[in-house]
Structure formats: C-alpha cells, structure tokens
C-alpha cells in the first residue's frame, strides 16, 4: 500500500478514537501509527542493509509491533497515545495484507527476513507514488477528513461512508 492510504486509514481512525475518548494526541499518534511502519522498515531494509532489499522488515512483523508498543510505553505512560499508536500500526499491517507474507509478519518464528534484490528502489517507488491514481484520491479523502473535523462536523456517518468509498476505491483501483 502507499502512503496516502496509511495515512487516510490512520486519519480517520484516529478521528474516530479521538470523538470517543476526546484526546488531543490520539489523532497524531493514529496517523504516526499508520506510516511508521515504514518510516523503520524502509530505510532499514534498502539503506542500512541493503543485501536484504525488502521494505517489510521488523516494524512490518508482530514482535515489531510489541516491542514498538513497549518502547512508547516506556516514553509515556498516557494510554490512550499507546492504543491509538498500535491502532494505527495494525492499520498499516492489514492494509499492507502482511498475512500474505507470513515469514515477515511472524519473523522469527517462521525463520529470516526472504532476501529481495530491486534497483533504484526509491525511483520506483517515487514513481509509483505520483502515477497511482488512488493516491490522489486518498490525499483529497485526507483533506477532506480534517475539513470535516475543523468544522466540528465530523461524525461516525460521514467516516463510516468515508471508509466504505475507499474500500470500494481499493476493490476498483487494485491498491
């Protein structure tokens, strides 16, 4: 998946979370949740070992999501940050359907990280991002999410048909 989904998923279940328990730093820790995945594993996974050359590493497996859970709760003790954080990094696994990669989401109990050789990754992956059409959607989806919420308009009408237009995008779009 790419970043605009993660971050229109972790949006808005963190506006959703937010409504309910009325804390200020549950929508930023749903939307860091929901790309941290990533902000981890792909620097790990093509820059600082770059012989594995997979972007799905430790962040992408559950011991990663423990242990991240376990270091946010050493920093704070706040939690509704926590749950809201692991909401959104669960979000991110599910839309990143890491089930289909049972090594890497069960690592390391199914043995190493599979070894992936892709050059130019970033190119490819700028790429892709600006060509994707979703994408665009997603980001107006994202703007349109926090208009709502700075309106005090939003509700769990409007997300619920948020959520089922972007299911419907990703069944059509493929992504």
């Given at each position: 998946?790419?970043?605009?989904?993660?971050?229109?998923?972790?949006?808005g279940?963190?506006?959703?979370?937010?409504?309910?328990?009325?804390?200020?730093?549950?929508?930023?820790?749903?939307?860091?949740?929901?790309?941290?995945?990533?902000?981890i594993?792909?620097?790990?996974?093509?820059?600082?070992?770059?012989?594995?050359?997979?972007?799905?590493?430790?962040?992408?497996?559950?011991?990663?999501?423990?242990?991240?859970?376990?270091?946010?709760?050493?920093?704070?003790?706040?939690?509704?940050?926590?749950?809201?954080?692991?909401?959104?990094?669960?979000?991110h696994?599910?839309?990143?359907?890491?089930?289909?990669?049972?090594?890497?989401w069960?690592?390391?109990?199914l043995?190493?990280?599979?070894?992936?050789?892709?050059?130019?990754?970033?190119?490819?992956?700028?790429?892709?991002?600006?060509?994707?059409?979703?994408?665009?959607?997603?980001?107006?989806?994202?703007?349109?999410?926090?208009?709502?919420?700075?309106?005090?308009?939003?509700?769990?009408?409007?997300?619920?048909?948020?959520?089922?237009?972007?299911?419907?995008?990703?069944?059509?779009?493929?992504?």
């Amino acid at each position: 998946m790419l970043i605009a989904c993660h971050l229109f998923f972790g949006t808005g279940a963190g506006l959703l979370l937010q409504e309910r328990f009325r804390s200020g730093y549950i929508l930023p820790a749903c939307i860091l949740g929901s790309v941290l995945p990533d902000l981890i594993d792909k620097p790990l996974g093509y820059i600082v070992f770059p012989s594995i050359g997979d972007g799905r590493l430790i962040a992408h497996s559950l011991i990663g999501f423990v242990l991240i859970l376990l270091i946010t709760g050493a920093l704070w003790k706040d939690r509704l940050i926590i749950a809201a954080l692991g909401i959104g990094i669960l979000t991110h696994q599910i839309l990143d359907e890491m089930w289909k990669i049972p090594v890497n989401w069960f690592y390391p109990i199914l043995g190493p990280f599979p070894v992936y050789q892709m050059e130019d990754y970033f190119g490819w992956g700028l790429i892709r991002e600006l060509t994707t059409p979703s994408e665009y959607l997603f980001a107006l989806g994202i703007l349109l999410l926090l208009m709502n919420r700075s309106t005090g308009t939003f509700s769990r009408g409007r997300a619920g048909i948020a959520s089922g237009a972007s299911a419907l995008l990703l069944l059509l779009t493929g992504r």
